[in-house]
Nanobody, 115 residues
């Protein structure tokens, strides 16, 4: 059974940085792609960033230039470096991994950006 576990959320002031990590129970290159969504109160879940097996990355428009997704195959971990955080980045960040049409989700980690 595939598991994903996020770490790294917390409270940060606007302008600050956080790094999230998502550790997988399997070789991360078995996923077609992995990434992060976020869920903010009263808003739809939105894609933050993704990276596919070939290393191609995608970012949501609101985080381009501020967030960076990366991975470490040996550690079976995907990272999300978040810089220049603002209160609109507040939400639960959920890691996912996709194999064909099957998505596996982590439990999420809360990021709270204060103004």
């Amino acid at each position: 059974q595939v598991h994903l576990a996020e770490l790294g959320g917390g409270l940060v002031q606007a302008g600050g940085s956080l790094r999230l990590s998502c550790a997988a129970s399997i070789n991360i290159f078995e996923f077609n792609d992995m990434g992060w969504y976020r869920q903010a109160p009263g808003k739809e879940r939105e894609l933050v960033a993704s990276i596919n097996v070939g290393g191609v990355t995608k970012y949501g428009e609101s985080v381009k230039g501020r967030f960076t997704i990366s991975r470490d195959g040996a550690k079976k971990t995907v990272y999300l470096q978040m810089n220049s955080l603002n209160p609109d980045d507040t939400g639960v960040y959920l890691c996912y991994g996709r194999i064909l049409s099957r998505h596996t989700w982590g439990k999420g980690t809360l990021v709270n950006v204060s103004s």
